[in-house]
């Protein structure tokens, strides 16, 4: 049925079936709510050390070209990027977040009513909601019970019209890490018109081996897609960027908003990339951090999922203080963690690594809560 506008008030379809957007509460709101002096934020996978002074140093020094357009095509970011991995620049395409490459995937790769893309569920909330603006059909298959994938379920509804895979690996909210041979064996296995994307936003988190990007040149259809949020803790700049085949990349800067990488940003992330030190100092953290909320939440009863990123999936055990309970505990005593009832999983919460500090404050207020039921 074509759609027949009325009224000047109507929109096209799709947009009419988003509902709007409620923000949570800001730290400072939280804060003066429970009467807190501090609130630690465990609920985003932000990088819990901040951002790295050279890069603080990078965007002060550049503040004065803010009254200049940013170079259209970002040629220094590319090609810096292009040399941290020993890609082709002709590959790499930069958006702004990571959310801007997944919005143009669908844009670029799916015909309105005519393809479709695949994905796991529960995923990231940005697939679901940029194919539907898109117009695209997002088939989602259900994660095993456990939250491992199921590669099989995932290959049994692409057909000829897929044009797109999206995989998160590791995944959010989950930490599952999906190995190389389970990445390969699915681009082997796709129709020759279907691109696979592995979204790695947590990859530097994973440890050696989990990703596909040695083996690229033996998987041309397989693309890469990273961003300066998580490891680099510039999430607030707004930087992501894709390893594409390079006709791809190519069609992607055609189309991108010409300036949508701020030129504070793009200084923000050549520094960034240089800075080994902050980079490694993160993955420490995360490392160590992350053994020791996974031991520390498993001692008390939760049942936690391996992770190989920077934050852990768990949940209470049954029968005693349960999710509400532990999520609205904390934060009263000022450490917010996300529940993850968004994600349609009412029983599970997730938590971010954060500083030492940080991580032993939330052990000891969710034993608090979990163990002596002391909200
Ligand atoms: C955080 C995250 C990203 C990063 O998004 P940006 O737009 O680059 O901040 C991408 N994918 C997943 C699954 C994430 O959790």
């Known amino acids: 049925m074509p759609v027949k506008f009325t009224s000047y008030n109507d929109v096209r379809p799709e947009v009419a079936s988003f509902e709007s957007y409620e923000p949570g509460l800001s730290i400072a709101e939280i804060a003066e709510k429970y009467g807190l002096e501090r609130v630690i934020k465990m609920a985003s996978n932000e990088n819990a050390l901040g951002v790295s002074p050279a890069v ?67 995923c990231f909330g940005l697939y679901p909601t940029q194919a539907k603006m898109a117009g695209v059909e997002l088939r989602q298959v259900p994660l095993k019970e456990d939250f491992s994938f199921d590669f099989a379920a995932l290959e049994s509804v692409i057909d000829e019209n897929t044009t797109l895979v999206i995989v998160t690996s590791p995944d959010n909210p989950s930490g599952r890490t999906a190995s190389t041979e389970e990445l390969a064996d699915l681009a082997r296995s796709l129709p020759p018109a279907c691109l696979l994307v592995v979204d790695e936003a947590y990859i530097e ?41 390079q006709a791809i990349a190519d069609y992607m800067w055609r189309v991108r908003l010409p300036f949508s990488l701020n030129i504070l940003a793009e200084e923000a992330a050549l520094a960034a990339l240089k800075d080994v030190e902050f980079r490694e100092k993160t993955v420490a953290m995360v490392e160590k951090g992350r053994a020791e909320l996974s031991a520390a939440l498993e001692s008390m009863g939760c049942t936690v999922i391996p992770s190989r990123s920077n934050f852990i999936m768990f949940r209470p055990a049954a029968g005693g203080p349960g999710v509400k309970e532990l999520h609205t505990g904390l934060l009263k005593k000022g450490i917010i963690i996300r529940a993850l009832g968004g994600y349609h999983l009412p029983e599970w919460l997730r938590v971010s690594v954060g500083t030492e500090e940080e991580n032993a404050l939330f052990i000891e207020y969710a034993r608090g809560i979990l163990e002596n039921g002391n909200a």
């Open 56 to 122: 603080s140093e990078a965007i002060l020094s550049n503040a004065g070209n803010a009254f200049r357009y940013p170079q259209s095509g970002n040629p220094r970011l590319v090609k810096a990027i292009g040399a941290f991995y020993g890609v082709d620049p002709k590959r790499i395409f930069i958006g702004n977040g990571s959310d801007e490459v997944i919005d143009l995937l669908f844009r670029v790769r799916c015909v309105p009513g005519v393809h479709n893309a695949v994905a796991f569920r529960p």
């Open 205 to 245: 988190f994973a440890g050696e081996g989990a990703s596909l990007l040695p083996r690229l040149a033996e998987f041309p259809n397989v693309a890469l897609m990273r961003t300066f949020s998580k490891v680099y803790g510039l999430a607030g700049l707004r930087i992501g960027y894709a390893i594409l085949p």
